[in-house]
């Protein structure tokens, strides 16, 4: 199976992906035999309850975890392949990252948080405050930029985060329960809001949730239960 | 562009937790405060002693006939004296040289009577080489060969008054026999040198002479000279010596005073080592999982250890402005007015005159190097330590 490398089009890959835990208690099966393809521009909602495995998956396919088995592909290419630096270089050029809570620099503007990564990216300063002030608008955030993030709503604290995983224009992005924290008009409204840059910039999300409302409306939804896909109920897109 | 915002991103850091900042930044500013201060006295403590020594009777220096100094004996007399003094007072670099007779006698004053140091100088000479003229206590230089100095501590002993006279007997060098020479008491000495103050008598050295039934002669020069003088200063037959050379126990003190001031250096450092530790290691834990989610979008380690480099630099130059702040003033202060000293003792020496605090460049820059190295060993043990930090891990448990 190994020689068969996924196409391009395939944003993300595992195959056979495994990742065991070994606890005192005995070894955990957090993700136990992963077969997965996500194509460019797809919306996947990553669907299962507490302790399912979601965020084991999600941090294997942000490489900031590795598989103890199976192999996962980013692109095309196999993650276990890549040096750390290499890694940390995808992470900084090809995957955006949301996660559940307060994941904004909190001594940072709205403006600059939106901007760390580019500045990472080495992007020159004028193209650097263009691009994120033309992201901030489009999440409806224009008045805020030189907001500290405890000045902001969770809703709006995760809005400048998505604008920050989006901005660098990333292959794939990586959204970890987004709207656990979040009441459930912000949470649908937060959705929208990243379907919309799903549709308009083509970009590949794969956010995880365990709100039934949420799942409602994916257009392909993957279950996890006990580390493994529920195949039966995967809504097909 | 990349330095300007790991500069604002620790400068803003830095400001989070204000009151632990403060603290941390006062304490580096008193070390540095207490060590600077300590470097000025050190080093004006140092030149109080050499100017005390210098002044009084070593000079910057002397010149004696081989063996003089390792078995003083009142037969060894420096020849040729004139032409001696031609050729020393030629040198470059001697600003003056003064011939002293050296002998052992008494003084007495009705029934009252003392052994001591009969020192025969030439008024003018002298003057020109010490600075005994600053420490009176009482009277001034002799007028002429009729006139004699003594310490004030030797004259209170003895209950002798300037203006008053005095006796002074001494040994006829060839003859044995004792002579006696009545002279009046024109000035009292406070000097800080133990030998001068308290069992000396300073006479003319025309009239000791005469005493000693020596003529023209003297067992010591001492010179007023720049320091470099005295290798280049070699006269056949005769011993040269900086005053350096002829107090060891000085030039021991000094490197001692230097040693121990380098050890409180140290010793300061290290504490405020521990204190920028400190706070750096509770600012690493309360942020886990904010380093967690900077290194999961891609910043580098290295990048992550540059901006806790940039916190550790902000957080010690706080301090070290603060201890600026602090020091300068005070410096300035201690620097033109002086730190009274009522006749304290360093090794033998008595200070009366203030010591004034003297900042050289050398143990500043020791000290900007210390708290450097000591903020980029801080920033290293922290930095090594958020590298190890796993994303997951701060993500899972924050
Ligand atoms: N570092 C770890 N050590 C041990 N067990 C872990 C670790 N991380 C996750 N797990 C376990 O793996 C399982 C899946 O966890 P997780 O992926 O966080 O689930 P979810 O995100 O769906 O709630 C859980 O049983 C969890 O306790
Ligand atoms: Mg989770």
Redesign the pocket.
């Known amino acids: 199976m190994a020689d068969q490398t996924p196409p391009k089009e395939i944003v993300v890959a595992l195959k056979g992906a495994h990742?065991h835990?070994?606890?005192p208690a005995g070894v955990?099966?957090?993700?136990d035999g992963v077969d997965l393809e996500i194509r460019q521009g797809e919306f996947a909602v990553l669907a299962?309850?507490?302790?399912?495995?979601?965020?084991?998956?999600?941090?294997l396919i942000g490489a900031l975890d590795q598989p103890t088995g199976g192999e996962v592909y980013i692109d095309g290419v196999a993650l276990s392949s890549q040096s750390k630096q290499a890694l940390a270089a995808l992470r900084r050029d090809r995957i955006g990252f949301v996660f559940q809570s307060y994941n904004l620099i909190p001594v940072l503007t709205v403006l600059e948080n939106v901007e760390y990564v580019m500045l990472l990216q080495g992007v020159p300063e004028a193209t650097r405050h263009q691009r994120a002030k033309a992201i901030l608008a489009e999440l409806g955030l224009e008045g805020m930029l030189n907001r500290r993030p405890v000045e902001l709503s969770g809703g709006q604290q995760q809005r400048v985060a998505v604008a920050r995983a989006v901005v660098s224009k990333p292959a794939l992005v990586l959204a970890?329960?987004p709207t656990a924290n979040l009441d459930s008009q912000t949470s649908a409204a937060l959705m929208d809001a990243m379907m919309a840059l799903n549709q308009t910039h083509a970009t590949t999300f794969i956010c995880?949730t365990?709100d039934p409302d949420l799942m409602a409306r994916a257009s392909r939804l993957i279950k996890?239960r006990d580390?493994k896909l529920d195949d039966r109920e995967e809504a097909q897109g | 562009m990349k330095a300007p915002m790991t500069l604002k991103l620790a400068w803003r850091n830095v400001w989070r937790n204000p009151r632990r900042t403060l603290i941390t930044a006062s304490a580096i500013g008193l070390g540095f405060f207490m060590v600077f201060i300590l470097i000025g006295f050190t080093e004006g403590t140092q030149r109080r002693l050499e100017a005390t020594v210098t002044d009084a009777w070593l000079a910057s220096g002397q010149v004696h006939l081989k063996g003089y100094r390792e078995a003083p004996d009142v037969d060894l007399l420096i020849p040729d004296l004139a032409a001696t003094l031609k050729v020393i007072r030629a040198t470059p670099g001697v600003e003056a040289a003064s011939p002293r007779v050296l002998a052992s006698g008494m003084i007495s004053m009705g029934a009252r009577s003392s052994a001591v140091a009969l020192i025969g100088v030439d008024f003018s000479a002298e003057r020109a080489v010490t600075r005994w003229g600053e420490s009176f206590s009482g009277g001034d230089w002799p007028q002429g060969d009729g006139g004699v100095m003594i310490g004030e501590a030797l004259a209170a002993r003895m209950e002798l008054e300037v203006g008053g006279p005095l006796n002074v007997s001494m040994a006829d060098l060839k003859t044995g026999e004792a002579t006696s020479i009545k002279l009046k008491i024109s000035g009292l000495l406070v000097t800080g040198d133990p030998l001068l103050d308290r069992s000396a008598a300073i006479l003319s050295r025309a009239a000791l002479s005469q005493g000693l039934g020596i003529k023209d002669a003297a067992h010591q020069i001492a010179l007023r000279a720049a320091p470099s003088t005295f290798s280049a200063l070699k006269i056949e037959g005769l011993d040269v010596a900086d005053w350096r050379a002829l107090s060891p126990m000085l030039e021991k003190m000094s490197e001692l005073q230097a040693f121990s001031m380098l050890i409180t250096l140290g010793v300061v450092l290290f504490i405020l080592g521990l204190g920028i530790l400190n706070t750096l290691t509770m600012a690493l834990v309360e942020r886990f999982k904010e380093f967690g989610i900077l290194k999961a979008i891609g910043t580098t380690p290295a990048r992550l250890g540059g901006l806790i480099l940039a916190e550790a630099s902000v957080l010690s130059l706080v301090g070290v402005t603060l201890g600026l702040a602090l020091a300068l003033p005070v410096h300035w202060l201690l620097s033109t007015k002086g730190l009274p000293m009522p006749g304290t003792e360093y090794g033998g020496v008595i200070i009366h005159r203030p010591i004034y605090t003297i900042i050289t460049p050398a143990p500043v820059l020791y000290l900007a190097l210390g708290v450097t190295l000591l903020t980029l060993i801080v920033a290293g043990i922290i930095a090594a330590r958020a590298a190890l930090i796993r994303p997951?891990?701060a993500l899972?448990h924050g």
């Open positions: 990742r835990y070994t606890t955990v099966r957090a993700l299962g309850p507490s302790g399912s495995g979601k965020s084991t998956m999600l941090n970890d329960e995880s365990h996890l580390g | 997951v891990e899972r």
